[in-house]
Nanobody
Framework: VQLQASGGGLVQAGGSLRLSCAAS????????MAWFRQAPGKEREFVSA????????YYADSVYGRFVISRDNAENTLFLQMHDLKPGDTAVYYC?????????????????WGQGTLVTVSS
């Protein structure tokens, strides 16, 4: 599967953004999907994941209650709705897909990656 992330931009603290990740292919529903982010000078970190069919969601503590992950398997699209953004959320956000069982939180367990979209939150 090929992934294309979009929706990043510059937003003031407290604002909202919605990221999208369009997937090619007809097997999108077969992947656990996730968002990761990497801030300048920092390691990539897990943000959120969603299961294949049931849509169970998982979040990093740092974004819990502010971000909402969702997917539309009919449209082969993954979303990340971000609210109450903080300067600490500034990063390149990547969507990723995994064929592994469970819901991995390590980037090593994800097989496919989008190119990333930059989110900048000003104070």
């Amino acid at each position: 599967v090929q992934l294309q992330a979009s929706g990043g931009g510059l937003v003031q603290a407290g604002g909202s953004l919605r990221l999208s990740c369009a997937a090619s292919g007809r097997t999108f529903f077969g992947y656990v999907m996730a968002w990761f982010r990497q801030a300048p000078g920092k390691e990539r970190e897990f943000v959120s994941a969603i299961t294949r069919i049931s849509g169970d969601t998982y979040y990093a503590d740092s974004v819990y209650g502010r971000f909402v992950i969702s997917r539309d398997n009919a449209e082969n699209t993954l979303f990340l709705q971000m609210h109450d953004l903080k300067p600490g959320d500034t990063a390149v956000y990547y969507c990723a897909g995994s064929l592994r069982s469970g819901v991995p939180r390590s980037g090593r367990d994800y097989d496919y990656w989008g190119q990333g979209t930059l989110v900048t939150v000003s104070s």
